[in-house]
């Protein structure tokens, strides 16, 4: 018999490590044991753990960091996983470190010494990459040049393998645990970003939810979201201009019973006007997601005991199959 929220033991998980800082995790996974709900709340890119090399490297590490990190999601997703029972995967690692909603091969190479030395399989830089925002971050829009040196492929070597590979093995782990145990889970993605300028006439976006165009969420799911987000008179937009990244390609297989959703919130919602520290918006926005998760959960664990089906109307196995 599963237990409801509150009567679940807790767990606590560490994982990973970030190089260059001896027993600290590159991620913590909390939640209740056994789930409460087939909801996996992750949160990349508000690690904090900058490391003392790293701020040395880096040219405006104050700025850089404000404008790469979410800043503080890792607060407002602790607080809805409190409210709703929710599993939580928080990085710790920097983004300014490695972006773990990279692949591992999106790497701009003239970033690193040596970058015609062969002995390395590498593929041309995507597209993304070579704007600056790939597996290690290089420029962005105001700062320019994030590096003041190169880099070493020792470092990123090792970023990958204490870092992005843990990271993504303890995702697909809780996420196939959450899976089995309810037939389905459903991965919130959660993020932040600047504020959205919208065409003429048009309302900016509170929220971004992005389940690449149809791919990574069945679309009773995504329904229901939009539908909770009008009922609380939230403006939401759809995949533009944030579809989802690399953690949903990798992880989401609504075919398989995995679904997930890349949540976006404008940074004004919840930050103070320098975008700096939380304002006072920030309870409302917890409440908010709590809500949309108690919205899904329900949802997500009836595709379970249906069976499930994707999109397309394809049934996958059951989980015990």
Known sequence: ??????????????????????????????GPEPSSIPVLIA????????????????????????????????????????????????????????????????????????????????????????????????????????????HGEDELAARIS?????????????????????GAALLIDLHSMPPVIPPAGQTPPDFVIGDRFGDACHGSLVAAAFSYFGEVDCVAAHNRPYAGGYVLERHSSPARGVHGLQVEIDRCRYLDSR?????????????????????LAPEVAALGQAGGQDSGGSVWPEAAE
């Open 162 to 182: 204490q870092v992005h590979e843990p990271y993504h093995a303890e995702l697909a782990r809780v996420l196939s645990a959450l899976r089995d145990r309810w």
């Open 275 to 295: 975008l700096a520290e939380p304002g006072r918006g920030f309870g409302d926005v917890v409440l908010q997601l709590a809500g949309l998760v108690r919205r």
């Open 1 to 30: 018999m599963r237990k409801p929220v509150g009567e679940s033991d807790s767990q606590r998980r560490t994982g990973g490590r970030i190089p260059g800082s001896p027993g600290s995790p590159a991620f913590i996974l909390t």
């Open 43 to 150: 949160v990349p890119h508000a690690g904090r753990g900058y490391t003392d090399a790293l701020v040395r490297a880096m040219r405006s590490p104050g700025s850089s960091a404000l404008k790469l990190e979410d800043r503080y999601v890792d607060r407002l997703a602790a607080a809805i996983a409190a409210e709703t029972g929710a599993m939580l995967l928080v990085a710790h690692a920097p983004r300014a470190m490695i972006d773990l909603n990279r692949a591992p091969d999106d790497v701009d190479w003239e970033m690193f010494g040596r970058p015609e030395r062969g002995g390395t399989s590498r593929l041309p830089p995507s597209r993304r990459a070579r704007s600056g925002l790939g597996l290690i971050p290089r420029r962005l829009p105001g700062i320019g040049e994030l590096w003041k040196r190169r």
